[in-house]
């Protein structure tokens, strides 16, 4: 099955490169790009959703985490990985925390790009060295359970999550309806105080909640 991937960058010279780039990978079919997020989330909106979105976040009118932020309301199952220049602490966990699952340097490989691409979609981590070092130190923070307050039953769905398991696949799990398990992420979020299932698992295994 390839994997279809849609990119979002306002910089033309590297949105053509990144496009040849994933038109030569036999297992990735490109055919959107957009130089902002606006145009991006109108194609959303009206389009057969891809797989994953390359997501850079210093774009015009309205910045790339703000794209991911209306994104994980509009498709939450469309994976972002972000490929950016920014590598300063607070738009790294900002980005994560509303949903990244992946979060590359524009000094990546090619091939760097295209394993990202690959690891993110198969539910796997994607970093660049220096990103991952930010997020290392921030793991290692400790966090106070008893702020959050959760259920036994938003615990099971964090379980779940951690598995790597979509809203449709944790109803079937715990044998409840979709809409129960949106309506347990939804508390979660917001007792965790985060935008996505990507922030609630690294917060949850952070606190030690899982």
């Not at 991006?40 to 390359?54: G, Q, R």
Request: charged share 30%; net charge neutral.
């Amino acid at each position: 099955m390839k994997i279809s991937v849609w990119v979002v960058e306002d910089d033309t010279v590297y949105r053509r490169t990144l496009q040849r780039l994933l038109k030569r990978e036999k297992s990735i079919v490109c055919d959107r790009v957009f130089p902002s997020c606006v145009d991006f989330i109108e194609a959303v909106k009206s389009e057969k959703n891809p797989d994953l979105v390359l997501m850079d976040l210093g774009l015009p009118e309205m910045s790339g985490l703000e794209g991911i932020q209306q994104l994980s309301k509009l498709a939450p199952d469309v994976t972002v990985m972000v490929l950016t220049v920014f590598q300063d602490k607070e738009k790294v966990l900002k980005a994560l925390d509303a949903g990244a699952a992946g979060y590359l340097l524009k000094t990546a490989t090619g091939e760097e790009i295209i394993k990202g691409i690959k690891s993110v979609f198969a539910g796997e981590a994607a970093l660049s060295p220096a990103i991952a070092k930010i997020v290392l130190e921030e793991m290692r923070k400790p966090v106070r359970t008893d702020d959050f307050d959760l259920t036994d039953r938003e615990v099971d769905v964090l379980e779940q999550l951690v598995k790597g398991l979509s809203v449709k696949e944790i109803a079937t799990v715990l044998e409840i309806k979709t809409r129960t398990a949106r309506f347990h992420l939804s508390n979660i979020y917001q007792k965790l105080q985060v935008e996505s299932q990507t922030g609630a698992v690294a917060k949850a295994l952070r606190a030690g909640i899982i």
